[in-house]
């Protein structure tokens, strides 16, 4: 059954495609033959002996099969044996396995304590792979850690190299409420938030960036009138803190923009393209104006310092389609899609017709931003087919199963079901 938030960001992000529900794919359907999704990698475990061991000297090795860290941790030197399975005559095999011939390219089999064996994502087999990376950490491991969709999914296990460039090796050496997280773009791991990316981020090095704030007033819109004496002083300093942060997202979306903008000119794109990303920036000004305008009226008189993050080098020419389409998948593709959903969710929870509206218009702006993101992707696929579908692929198969785990119920599975992943179907099988 699909929500209204999701339903009413559908209708405008199919819309703004030419699409209709039918040609996009049954939301009900489509993740059974569709790639699964996913985003980030969450690394929860503590691995004996690697790069960030503090012991000088890395502990004895096994030699073969999974190396249990207790607590379902631990780290792979070789591929595994697992129980024995049977498939009953017209039975679906699924994800058992035995070994990791029963398993595609990008997954590996692994045993569990009863001994049988589950195909999960694997970026990597064994740990001598890890140590033939550029950046192979001094002890090189292929380590059990978890992937997670994001925006409040259960995770998944999966492997992964730790490398000599990883600034976390566990959630224990996060700071506030970071944890550590496997990187798609620089790959490692580190520290940082396993939720939703609202809107379009400004990545620098794979990593969403906002500015400082400071005392002011200057950024906040006129003309809008928040009626906020209902809510309490603790109501009011939530809602003031979640608006500043919102705030915040939506100002570094400009930046984003701007480059994507820049970025688009540099490939040579069409006046169309061009045009619409121009009119998604000016979305992205008035949205933190609003936004900064609900943190006045809430209690925060503050606006955006310098933020010389927007500054960041560019990609090489020859990686520029790449580099692009990555951005635009993660943040637009599927961070528009969660910020619009988001957005019509809190329309629907909002108290007030202000509130209501605030929220309305912001959530059929980023369906129309991940409607956008979706006409780059594809522009961009015209121009590199090979590179981008690979970007799309690896950016959806770290979480290969996660449709049969009980993160299909969260709202985040919901959202990747009926507004991800039959894009994704249609856009890969062009
Ligand atoms: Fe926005
Ligand atoms: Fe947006």
């Not at 938030?5 to 529900?21: C, E, K, T």
């Not at 190396?67 to 030197?77: C, D």
């Not at 009138?225 to 309490?232: H, I, P």
């Not at 059929?364 to 931003?369: K, P, S």
Request: aromatic share 4%; net charge negative; glycine share 10%.
């Amino acid at each position: 059954m699909t929500s209204p938030p999701i339903a009413q960001v559908r209708s405008v992000l199919f819309a703004a495609l030419g699409l209709g529900a039918c040609r996009a794919g049954s939301p009900e359907v489509a993740s059974s033959s569709a790639p699964p999704a996913a985003t980030t990698l969450v690394a929860t475990t503590l691995v004996v002996g690697s790069a960030q061991s503090a012991s000088p000297e890395p502990p004895p090795r096994a030699q073969v099969g999974f190396v249990s860290a207790g607590g379902g941790t631990g780290h792979r030197v070789s591929g595994e044996t697992c129980a024995p399975f049977t498939v009953e005559r017209g039975e679906s095999r699924g994800h058992r396995c035995a070994t990791d011939g029963d398993c595609d390219a990008r997954s590996a089999c692994h045993c569990a304590e009863g001994g049988a064996g589950t195909c999960i994502p694997a970026r990597c087999r064994n740990d001598s792979e890890c140590a033939t990376l550029p950046t192979a950490a001094t002890v090189p491991e292929c380590a059990l850690v978890q992937f997670t969709a994001g925006c409040g999914s259960d995770t998944t296990p999966g492997f992964a190299c730790r490398t000599a460039n990883d600034t976390c090796h566990n959630d224990a050496d996060c700071t506030n409420s970071d944890v550590c997280l496997g990187d798609t773009f620089r790959g490692g791991l580190h520290c940082g938030h396993n939720s939703c990316v609202k809107g379009r981020p400004l990545y620098v090095d794979g990593r969403p960036q906002t500015a400082a704030i400071r005392d002011g007033d200057r950024w906040t819109a006129e003309g809008w009138n928040f009626d906020l004496r209902d809510l309490s002083a603790d109501a009011r300093a939530s809602l003031a803190e979640t608006a500043v942060r919102d705030a915040l997202d939506e100002h570094a979306s400009i930046a984003a923009f701007a480059r994507t903008l820049v970025e688009l000119l540099a490939l040579g794109a069409p006046p169309t393209l061009i045009g619409e990303t121009q009119a998604a920036l000016a979305d992205e000004i008035r949205h933190a104006r609003l936004c900064f305008a609900l943190a006045r009226a809430a209690g925060a008189h503050v606006e955006p310092g310098p933020f010389p993050e927007a500054l960041a080098p560019f990609a090489a020419p020859e990686a520029l389609v790449g580099s692009l389409a990555r951005s635009v998948f993660r943040g637009g593709c599927l961070g528009e899609t969660h910020a619009a959903v988001d957005a019509a969710t809190r329309a629907q929870e909002a108290r007030g017709p202000e509130l209501r509206a605030f929220y309305r218009e912001i959530a059929d702006d980023e369906a129309r931003h991940a409607a956008l993101a979706w006409k780059t992707l594809r522009w961009l696929h015209a121009r590199e087919p090979a590179v981008v579908a690979c970007i799309v692929r690896e950016e959806l198969g770290l979480v290969a199963g996660s449709e049969d785990s009980p993160a299909s119920q969260t709202r985040a599975s919901s959202v990747l079901r009926a507004l991800v992943l039959p894009l994704v179907g249609e856009f890969l099988a062009a």
